[in-house]
C-alpha cells in the first residue's frame, strides 16, 4: 500500500460551530475553497440525526473528490462509507477500531511523544497531535504543545501529522514548518464571513511556502 499523503488543509466541520448556517452549505463553501479532506464531527447530535448528516456529506464530497473522515464515531464511518474514522484517547482502542474498519483510514489524537509512537506502531494511518496554540472548540486537558513539541513528534515518527488547535491563517505556516503535513482548521474557517475566501487564502499560504 501506498504511503498516505495528506493535503496541507484538513477541515473540520462541526455543526455546532457553523452559527446557524446550514452544514451542507458550509460544506459546499469548504470544498469550493479547495479542501480535499474534510472531518465531521458531531459530539452531541443525534446518532441518527448524524448518519443522516454524514451520508448527504458523503454524497457531496464524492462528486468533489473531497476525502470523508467521521470523528469518534467508527459505525457511522462505515454506515455512509466514509473514508475513515478519527479517534481520541478515551475512544475505541485502534486494534478493535482496525477490525471494525478494515482498510479504510484510521487517525489517532496524540498529545505527547508516546502517545505518536503507540500510534504508529499500532497501525494508525496518520496522527493528529495538539493542542498547537489552545484551542476554543475543544477542551483537550493538554496545554498548548507549541512548534517546538511538533517538531520533537516529526522527529519521532513517519506517519502523516495532522496539526490542531488553535490553527488559523495568522499561524498556519508554522505549524506547516514545522513538520505538520496537515494543518486542522475549525473556528478559523467556520466563522469567516466568507468561508470559500478563508479556505483558499489558507490553501494559498502552502502554495507560497
Known amino acids: 500500500m501506498s504511503p498516505l499523503i495528506l493535503p496541507p488543509l484538513y477541515a473540520i466541520l462541526d455543526p455546532e460551530q457553523t452559527k446557524g448556517s446550514d452544514p451542507e452549505a458550509v ?3 469548504i470544498m469550493d475553497g479547495g479542501a480535499k479532506i474534510v472531518q465531521l464531527r458531531a459530539k452531541t ?4 440525526d448524524f448518519l443522516q448528516l454524514a451520508r448527504s456529506a458523503r454524497s457531496l464530497m464524492r462528486s468533489n473528490d473531497c476525502r470523508l473522515i467521521i470523528n469518534d464515531r467508527a459505525d457511522i464511518a462505515l454506515a455512509c462509507d466514509a473514508d475513515g474514522v478519527h479517534l481520541g484517547q478515551e475512544d475505541l482502542p485502534l486494534h478493535a477500531a482496525r477490525k471494525i474498519m478494515g482498510q479504510k ?7 505527547n511523544e508516546g502517545q505518536a509512537v503507540d500510534a504508529e506502531r499500532g497501525g494508525a494511518d496518520y496522527i493528529g497531535f495538539g493542542p498547537m496554540f489552545g484551542t476554543m472548540t475543544k477542551a483537550t486537558g493538554y496545554g498548548a504543545r507549541g512548534v517546538e513539541m511538533l517538531r520533537q513528534i516529526r522527529a519521532a515518527v513517519k506517519l502523516p501529522i495532522v496539526a490542531i488547535g488553535g490553527i488559523k491563517e495568522e499561524n498556519v505556516g508554522e505549524v506547516w514548518r514545522a513538520g505538520a503535513d496537515s ?7 467556520l466563522s469567516a464571513t466568507d468561508i470559500t475566501a478563508k479556505t483558499k487564502r489558507i490553501l494559498a499560504l502552502h502554495l507560497a511556502g
Do not use: C, K
Open 27 to 29: 460544506l459546499r463553501q
Open 45 to 48: 447530535m443525534a446518532p441518527r
Open 105 to 111: 483510514l484510521i487517525g489517532i489524537s496524540t498529545h
Open 183 to 189: 494543518a486542522a482548521i475549525i473556528s478559523d474557517i
